[in-house]
Each structure stands twice: as C-alpha cells, then as structure tokens.
C-alpha cells in the first residue's frame, strides 16, 4: 500500500492542552544499545497495549488507542493516536493524565469522537475537529455513555444509556437550577445528600455482575443525539437491555441486540437482532424483530444496500458457552436467517460486509490462532484475509476497501497493520513496542500435539527456558487457562516468557473445554469439569517429561479463574506437583450458587444444588480436600462477583485445618482481573518466590520481601 498523504492538516493542530506535535532534534549519534537481557516483573508495565483500530472511510488514516501502565499513579492510562494507513510518523491525539478510548472517524471524515471522562466525571462523548482546534465535549448526559455510533451523514450519534440513579437525577436538577435564569430561591435549594448509602433492593433473578456488583432495574437504552443542537431522543426503553446498535446505510434505521424475547430477560441468555426506526418518539413502540433464534445473536452489522443483516449467532443455548458461535445472516426486515460458518465449526465474531457486499468477514479461533477470515454472503466457502500463527483480535473495514487490524504474535504484542478487501500485503504501521522488544531476549514457544489418556489429540504451547540446553531437565510449571471456553492463542504472553527468563518450561495446554477445535471438543466437558481436562492438562506435563525436557520432580502448577478452579481439581487427584497456585479459583461450587454471576449458566448446566447434588459433588475437588498435600498459594480481589474470593478463603481455611503449607493473599478493590499495577507486580513476586522455594527448592523464602499485611 502507498503512502497516502493528509488529507486536511491535522498536523497543523496547535493546541497543547490536546495535541503533542513532536519536534525535530538534531541529528546525534546514538550510543550503542546495550545487549539484550532476560525479561522481569518490572518489564510487563512497559508493554504498551495497541488496540481498537480504526480506519478512515477514505482509507487513509487509522486511529487507535495505547494504555500504559502509570506505575507510579498505580493506574493505566490510554490515549488515541492515529498513523496513516500506508506507513509514516503517528501522532498522538489526546493528553496526558486524561484517559481516552473509543475512537470512532465521522463518515464524512471532518471529525474524530471518542469517550473519555475528564473533568466533568461522568464518561462523554468528546469532539476534534479535523481542521484542527481543541476537543470539545460533545455530549452532556446525566450519566455515563457506554457506546455510541456515527449516523451515516455525520449528522447524529446514537448513545447507549443506562437509565439514570436516582442520585443522577439529582445532581441534574441541582445543575439546573444553578444556570442562569434560575430564581435565587431555586438556586438555594441543593439536593440532600444521604450520610450513608442507600440500601441494595434485589427483585431480579440475576442480580450480580463482576465489576457491577448489586444489580437493580435500570438498564441499557438507544438515544439519537443531533450533533448540531444537541438534543437528545430516546427510541428503546423497557425491562431489557438494549445494544450494539448499527445504523442502517441510509440512517433510517438502527439494529440493536436485546433480550426481549420472554417475559424476565435475566432467566435466558436468547438475545435477538432487532431494528427501530432512528426518528423514533414513542421510545421504542415499533420494534421490528429480526431474528428468532432461541440462542444468543448479536453484533448486527447492515449490507451496503441495506437489505441484510450479519449477525453472530448460538445454535444450541442449552449448549451455554460450549456452543458454537457461527455468522448468520437475515433480511434486514425479517425472515429466513441463513447461516454461514455452520461446517466450518469454529467460534466466530465481529462480522462486517465488505464494501461492495459480496462477503463478509470475521474473525474465527482456530487451532490456536486467531484469523481474520471471510465467507460469501450467500454461503460458500471459507477463505482467510488475514491467516498465520497470529491473533487478529480487532479490524475495520472502510468505505474504500481499505483494513485496518490489531494483530500479535508470540513474538510480538499487538501493532496495527493494513490491507486491503482485494488480497494486498500486510503493513506494519505501528511500532508501539519495538523498542522494549529490542531490549529484551525471549522465547519462541512451539506449537505442540500429543494424546491424552483416552486418544484424543490436544494441543499447547510449550515454552522452553531462555538458555535452553538440549538433554537438561528443567522445573516446569503447568499453567491451565481461563475460560472454560478459552484458549491459548499464539501472541505474546509476559507471564510464560516471564517464567521461561527464570529458568522454567511452561506449559500452556488447550484442554478439552477450549475454543478453535470445535463444538464436540469445547463440550466435552459439560457439567463434567476436572475429568477430561484434568487428563489432558497432565497429558502435557508426561508430554514434556517424555520429550526430555521436563523435571518430573520439580512440577508446579497454577492458574487464573478457570485456571485457578483447574488447579484444585488437579491438586486433589495427584501428589505430583511440588507447588501450586490457585488464582481466583473455587473448589465448593455450590457455595457460589447465588454469590456470583453465573446463576443461569449453574441451572442449565448443573440444575439446582438441593436437587442434583451429586453433580455438584462430582464436579466439586472442595470433598477431596484432605488428598491434598501440594503447598499451595490461593490468590484474588476482594470485591470479585465472577469468582468470588470466598472460594480461595474456603480452600485456605480447610488446608490451613488440615496442616498443610499454605497462604492466602487478598487485593483489595480489585474485581476480577487485577488493575493496579503494584498489585499485579505483587501477584508475579509472589509467583516467582513461591515456586523458586517449593519446585526449585532453591533455598529461596517462599514469600517475597514486598510489604503485606
């Protein structure tokens, strides 16, 4: 792809509260770089984040958003820049200190919005202007905007809202009275503010969420917002939960998924495509459904002429997450829906139309990778846009056939590349990470098969040491993934290359259970957790051990969520790991019916503990406790409603009961997956101190020196 030149001077925006315009030093020679080194605990937090890639509709420019650790705040940080779709300097479009993300180019290409929550506290929708000038903030609402979409003529926004607290509301009749116009009576009166909070009132049947918590009735609507008077129109509202919206290409439509199929939305996860009418006044009166699958559609996207709908689709809901997710597409108005992917059988996302609407792409997991693939929107046969080892985690496609993609590698952590609908090369058009990449030796995992106990072939990835000698054993650490419908994928991963820097092999297995080899292989483990994936998880370990390279005296094991659940089923039912970490993981299932998120997925799947205890019992390694004799650590946030850290505490306190050599570590105001740096730095400490002391026996304390209380 040529270079394209700027179309309007962005590069002439001056204002510095905004912009950073990089100046031109002079010209020096550079010292000789120093010889690259193992990676650390410290180096994660210089990897920064490349993501959410956007094109232009001309196809010229690409903006995306970078995070970066703030060590010393404890926090991330993200902001957008944009680099030309050919190659050439990015430039950065946001500041400083002033987290900004969703980036989305207006059709018409005058103007760059994207969210951000700055002064005013509550997250916008904020302006700039391709002619360049300061960002405006666009949008006033009471609330939080969660999501919005350009209208095709540039001229609207739809927002996605959740209905306002009452605290909200509030707040917004105290600014008003305070404009001016507002008698001095009025202006004196000031809402009141409770001494201490309200308290939750639960009536929903799924009524907690990870990063939520307590659950109430307000839910999700669609507004349109006029970009030229700001008025605001609501055009969905109702008990359900109203997203992903997509306009139609001659913006008298928006699609949308939601769950207003049955009378109580929390007792199904049967989302439908659903379309309204974008002048809409009577809130959402006049719905059009467009599909009429009992499973999950979603992420609706229109064909060029607006006749059809794609759309992401669940066959089989009884089937939960083990499911497939295929590409479907369905009249725009309704209709017999055709599906895409159905023989491909692989868990698929994000479709779009290609610019003339004769495919539609997506990407598939498959095999361990990630690929950006396309099919024709009549059906046929599944070719790759984009395929290799790599992960495409994000695209877009713009008017002028022009990709834009998020892809990483083992090697690499994600950068954006381009191409084109017509099959031309990939451009690297970012370079985000190589300089920390070129101070650091890694390890290029490989890509194993082997059988599992009973024949099936599985596969991993296996990361042997830095300094590997061929015919040496090694301490090697078993690290099963989350999910249980997850996977490893092949990208840069800093907690293996971490762990291979200090001498382990690790072993990144893809159980039964895992995405990208299909739906027998994801549901092979239905309502039958730590059988099948136990055996191929330890498949991996005697894998290794046989290829030479594994110490079968010196094993450790450990993982996050379903990780952390994996290994206390697998410390239950062998002795043969000197070490193990259990990671926001749960062993007395029955326990978290009702404390955590999942009280759907437990009824379909398990049914009700009083009724189906030995279900529960069969999959719960909490009533095999006392086999355990493995030190080990149980980690987790402390306000985490996806796994709850009451199953560490459990699984602490009975080892602690029992005897047995173990500790709890508790990180305060973190959810599920940690976010303050410091704590996520305490995490790896504490996994390189407690392995060093338990599988390599160093000698080394099993705790570090890090302060805890």
Not at 319 to 343: D, F, M, Q
Not at 366 to 392: F, K, M, W
Not at 439 to 462: H, M, Q
Request: glycine letters at 8%; charged letters at 25%; aromatic letters at 10%.
């Amino acid at each position: 792809m040529k270079f394209r030149s700027l179309a309007l001077p962005f590069c002439a925006l001056v204002c510095a509260s905004y912009f950073f315009v990089p100046t031109v030093a002079a010209q020096i020679t550079p010292p000789t770089p120093p010889a690259p080194r193992a990676i650390t605990v410290d180096d994660g937090f210089e990897i920064h984040e490349v993501s959410d890639p956007q094109i232009a509709d001309d196809g010229k420019w690409v903006a995306y958003t970078v995070a970066t650790a703030k060590v010393k705040e404890d926090k991330s940080e993200t902001r957008i820049w944009m680099a030309p779709a050919g190659g050439g300097d990015a430039i950065v479009m946001t500041a400083e200190d002033l987290s900004s993300s969703h980036p989305r180019w207006s059709p018409d290409g005058k103007y760059l919005a994207f969210l951000s929550k700055r002064n005013e506290g509550k997250t916008q929708v904020w302006l700039l202007n391709r002619m360049g000038g300061e960002a405006q903030r666009l949008t006033d609402a009471i609330q939080d905007v969660d999501d919005f979409a350009w209208s095709p003529d540039s001229k609207r926004l739809v927002l996605v809202l959740r209905d306002p607290s009452p605290e909200e509301l509030d707040e917004a009749k105290a600014k008003d009275k305070d404009k001016p116009g507002s008698s001095d009576k009025e202006k004196d009166v000031k809402p009141k503010k409770p001494k201490t909070p309200p308290p939750f009132v639960v009536d929903r049947y799924r009524f907690k969420t990870d990063t939520v918590g307590y659950l109430d009735r307000r839910r999700t609507h669609l507004y349109v917002f006029d970009v030229a008077t700001k008025a605001v129109v609501q055009i969905t509202s109702g008990d359900f939960d109203d997203l992903e919206p997509a306009w139609s290409p001659d913006g008298k439509l928006l699609a949308f998924r939601s769950n207003r199929s049955t009378p109580d939305p929390d007792r199904t996860y049967d989302t439908n495509i659903w379309v309204v009418a974008a002048d809409n006044t009577d809130k959402g009166a006049h719905l059009t459904q467009v599909t009429t699958n009992p499973g999950a559609d979603a992420a609706p996207a229109w064909s060029p002429d607006g006749k059809w709908i794609t759309y992401v689709t669940q066959l089989e809901p009884k089937l939960l997450v083990y499911a497939t997710h295929h590409i479907a597409v369905s009249p725009a108005e309704g209709g017999e829906a055709k599906v895409l992917t159905r023989t491909f059988d692989r868990m698929s996302r994000s479709p779009h139309f290609s610019p003339d609407g004769k495919f539609v792409y997506f990407i598939a997991d498959d095999d361990g990778t990630q690929n950006l693939c396309r099919v024709p929107a009549t059906g046929g046969e599944i070719t790759r846009a984009i395929s290799g080892h790599v992960v495409v985690s994000r695209y877009t496609i713009a008017k002028s056939g022009d990709i834009a993609a998020q892809i990483a590698s083992t090697d690499r952590p994600g950068e954006i590349f381009t191409t084109t609908t017509s099959g031309g090369p990939l451009t690297r058009i970012t370079h985000v990470n190589d300089a920390f990449l070129a101070k650091i030796r890694i390890v290029t995992p490989e890509y194993v098969k082997f059988r599992s106990k009973d024949g099936t072939t599985v596969a991993g990835y296996l990361f042997k040491p830095l300094d590997y000698m061929a015919g040496k054993k090694y301490p090697t650490l078993l690290h099963p993934h989350g999910g249980p419908v997850g996977s490893y994928y092949g990208e840069f991963d800093h907690f293996s290359q971490l762990f291979a820097a200090n001498g382990y092999v690790v072993l990144e297995p893809n159980p039964r259970g895992s995405s990208g080899y299909g739906q027998d292989f994801c549901k092979a483990i239905f309502a039958d957790w730590g059988n099948k994936d136990y055996q191929d998880d330890m498949a991996m370990v005697d894998y290794a051990i046989a290829q030479g390279v594994a110490d079968p005296d010196k094993l450790g094991v450990g993982g996050w969520s379903y990780g952390g659940i994996s290994t206390d089923f697998i410390i239950t039912q062998t002795t043969r790991f000197k070490a193990a970490i259990s990671g926001a993981g749960s062993a007395f299932l029955a326990a978290l019916y009702g404390h955590d998120q999942y009280i759907l997925d437990y009824d379909v799947e398990l049914g009700r503990p009083w009724e189906n205890p030995a279900t529960w019992g069969k999959i719960s390694p909490y009533f095999r406790v006392a086999n355990i004799t493995t030190p080990t650590l149980f980690m987790g946030g402390d306000i985490d409603w996806n796994v709850p850290i009451l199953g560490g505490e459990q699984m602490y306190q009975s080892l602690k009961s029992l005897g047995r050599e173990t500790e709890l570590v508790v990180y305060p105001g973190e959810y599920h997956g940690l976010k303050a740096p410091s704590h996520i730095k305490d995490r790896l400490e504490r996994h390189l101190s407690w392995y060093a002391h338990y599988v390599k026996a160093d000698g080394s304390p099993a705790r570090p020196a890090a302060k805890a209380n």
